[in-house]
């Protein structure tokens, strides 16, 4: 059964330096998501991707961030400057239409 | 805003048993989808159910029902005869445009 991918599963980095999160959606999805779970909080939205642009953004999804679809296959979230208050577990998601979304299994960021 | 509410934040069950998780939201919208995601130790999201709100039907997949009352805007999950790999984080998620979620519910089950 397909399912998204993402890699790294555990990325730990210093403040202030850049990361990108790597996600490889189910190959014939059009629509792509970022959820991020701040540890003991809910699922929060950052940002849906389709046709190649961004569809929707939250307030939590400010000029620190950025997505990319570069190559077809992989979607990616880029975080310039990270902050201690990144530290969460981001996941992908994609779906064919607007309904069903399936989850990656997550890349959990530390910050230090 | 569309706003989720999982107003359980722990419910325990024994095994065999079943166990109903609470769920209700607020929308203006008509049309729109519900879900269960279940997310275990591991902090994977995994898909329990979905339910359209353009139909009646509440759906079922196997020992997981849902109880889907539109005009209530609620949206219950019913897991019967449940088992010991039902532990999770019980999240419920409204989606029209964007997905928006509950703050979950971590179900216990007893041996």
């Known amino acids: 059964e397909p399912e998204v991918t993402q890699t790294p599963s555990h990325q730990v980095t210093q403040m202030g330096q850049e990361v990108i999160l790597r996600c490889v959606p189910i190959?014939?999805?059009?629509?792509f998501y970022w959820y991020r779970q701040i540890l003991g909080q809910k699922v929060e939205f950052l940002v849906s991707f389709y046709n190649n642009e961004i569809s929707e953004k939250s307030e939590i999804f400010d000029d620190q961030f950025s997505v990319e679809r570069p190559d077809g296959s992989n979607f990616t979230l880029k975080i310039r400057s990270t902050k201690l208050e990144d530290s969460a577990m981001y996941f992908c998601?994609?779906?064919?239409?607007?309904?069903?979304?399936?989850f990656g299994p997550g890349t959990r960021l530390t910050v230090l | 805003a569309q706003t989720v509410t999982q107003s359980q934040p722990e419910m325990s069950v024994q095994e065999a048993e079943t166990v109903t998780l609470s769920c209700t939201y607020d929308t203006s919208e008509s049309d729109y989808y519900l879900f269960w995601y279940k997310q275990p130790p591991s902090r994977q999201m995994i898909l329990v159910i979905r339910q359209e709100a353009y139909k009646q039907q509440n759906a079922t997949e196997n020992r997981f029902s849902v109880n889907f009352q539109k005009a209530a805007k609620s949206f219950s999950l019913k897991i019967s005869d449940s088992q010991l790999g039902d532990a999770a984080m019980y999240f419920c998620?409204?989606?029209?445009?964007?997905?928006?979620f509950g703050a979950g519910t971590r179900l216990t089950v007893k041996p």
């Open positions: 998601a994609s779906s064919y239409r607007l309904d069903t979304q399936y």
């Open positions: 998620a409204y989606r029209d445009n964007d997905m928006r």
């Open positions: 190959s014939n999805h059009l629509y």
